[in-house]
């Protein structure tokens, strides 16, 4: 029986980036303009790619809707969502960014340090994270034992153990071979559609456009010298956003 919930999703925004200027170095004709006038908004329940040249400024995009930077001007707001905790983000990096001496777990962990999460709590959600990632067993492993695919994995439950509300993901597939990419956004997607983490809209950035085709329902393209939201790109061939449906969750919970 399939239910399929068909009633319009009412917009409700989880991140408003507004006027976003960046600038690297000192400000002026010395500094870099990276980005310039950028207006973005997420809102609640999508998958939104980000797409352009190199050095267009996604990345730095991301750092500053994660806070990891603050932007020359400009906002990054998260309105409140009536009924719900703050808007809480996590970030994948292409590259890992996983600290190589510490095992499988304890680089999970990490993601809670921060947090002040006792330890018993964090090493109880840590586990609960690789096991809905697909690493069970591979708890005392280092990170130059696992496979590209594998560690990757190990970047997304660090992301996902402090259950975050938004997810930012940065090229996550692309140091991967074409088949375990595959894998891994099926893997991913599959954990969208069944309501099976706590995140309720992504935004990642591609090179890839037929990644971001099965992948979003929306594709904004970044320009570059410097970056902006200059087209948007509605995608109409991934599945029914049906997580909310009383009668869908009904089914998987
Ligand atoms: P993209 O992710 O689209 O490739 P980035 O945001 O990484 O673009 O970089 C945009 C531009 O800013 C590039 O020219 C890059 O060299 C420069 N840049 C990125 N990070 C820094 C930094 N920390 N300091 C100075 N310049 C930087
Ligand atoms: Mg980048």
């Known amino acids: ?16 980036v507004r006027n976003v200027r960046h600038i690297y170095g000192k400000s002026g004709a010395s500094g870099l303009l990276v980005l310039d006038n950028v207006d973005l908004t997420l809102q609640d ?18 750092r500053s809707i994660a806070g990891l930077i603050k932007p020359t001007e400009g906002t990054v707001a998260f309105p409140p969502v009536a009924d719900c905790a703050p808007t809480s983000v ?42 809905l990632i697909g690493l069970d067993g591979f708890e005392s492993a280092y990170p130059k034992e ?7 994995r190990v970047g ?8 975050p509300s938004i997810l930012l ?7 991967l071979d074409v088949l375990t990419a595959e894998t891994l956004r099926t893997d991913l997607l599959d954990l969208w559609f069944e309501g ?23 594709i904004l393209v970044f320009s ?18 049906n997580r909310q449906s009383p009668a869908f969750r009904a089914l998987v919970e």
């Not at 994948?92 to 999970?108: D, G, K, M, R």
């Not at 993901?169 to 140091?175: I, Q, T």
């Open 1 to 16: 029986m399939a239910i399929v919930n068909n009633a319009p999703r009412t917009a409700s925004p989880l991140v408003e």
């Open 45 to 62: 329940n999508e998958i939104v790619g980000l797409l352009g040249r190199s050095g267009s400024g996604k990345s730095t995009l991301l």
């Open 90 to 131: 996590s970030m994948v990096f292409q590259s890992f960014a996983l600290f190589p001496w510490l095992t499988v777990l304890e680089n999970v962990e990490v993601g809670l340090e921060a947090k002040r999460v006792p330890k018993d709590e964090r090493r109880k959600r840590a586990l609960a994270a690789i096991d």
């Open 146 to 152: 696992l496979s590209g695919g594998m560690r990757q």
């Open 156 to 163: 997304l439950a660090r992301a996902l153990v402090v259950d």
């Open 169 to 175: 993901m940065d090229e996550p597939f692309s140091a």
């Open 196 to 218: 099976r983490m706590p995140i309720k809209s992504i935004l990642m950035v591609t090179h890839n456009i037929e990644e971001a085709v099965l992948m979003c329902d929306r």
């Open 224 to 241: 570059s010298n410097p970056g902006r939201v200059v087209a948007e790109i509605k995608v109409n061939l991934t599945q029914p956003r």
